[in-house]
């Protein structure tokens, strides 16, 4: 059983950064791909990134503004955002995988953390 707990989200303004945090418990933390996804209000929950035996892999509407991170010995991922934008604004929730078979069919889910960007 593995519990994720999300924090770091908040109200910024376009163009700033944001930097979101994921603890996970349970000690075979550093066995699963993590990953973040979120939901904008009206739509449907859309890949965000995802870390998988040191790779990372990003939606193309993030690509090099975002950044994946973990630290296995904090139990932690990170999601480190920059440039935001208002199309940004969203639950951004963490995920983790045993083994990523469909990207929102993860193992276990964070309640998700609010991020608002202003324009």
């Known amino acids: 059983q593995v519990q994720l707990v999300e924090s770091g989200g908040t109200l910024v303004q376009a163009g700033g950064s944001l930097r979101l945090s994921c603890a996970a418990s349970?000690?075979?933390?550093?066995?699963?791909?993590m990953g973040w996804l979120r939901q904008a209000p009206g739509k449907e929950r859309e890949f965000v990134a995802v870390?998988?035996?040191?790779?990372?892999y990003y939606a193309d509407s993030v690509k090099g503004r975002f950044t994946v991170s973990r630290d296995n010995a904090k139990n932690t991922v990170y999601l480190q955002m920059n440039r935001l934008k208002p199309e940004d604004t969203a639950v951004y929730y963490c995920?983790?995988?045993?083994?990523?078979?469909?990207?929102?069919?993860?193992?276990?889910w964070g309640q998700g953390t609010q991020v608002t960007v202003s324009s």
């Open positions: 995920a983790a995988y045993w083994r990523i078979t469909k990207i929102l069919s993860a193992d276990y």
């Open positions: 870390i998988n035996d040191g790779s990372t």
């Open positions: 349970g000690s075979t933390f550093s066995s699963y791909a």
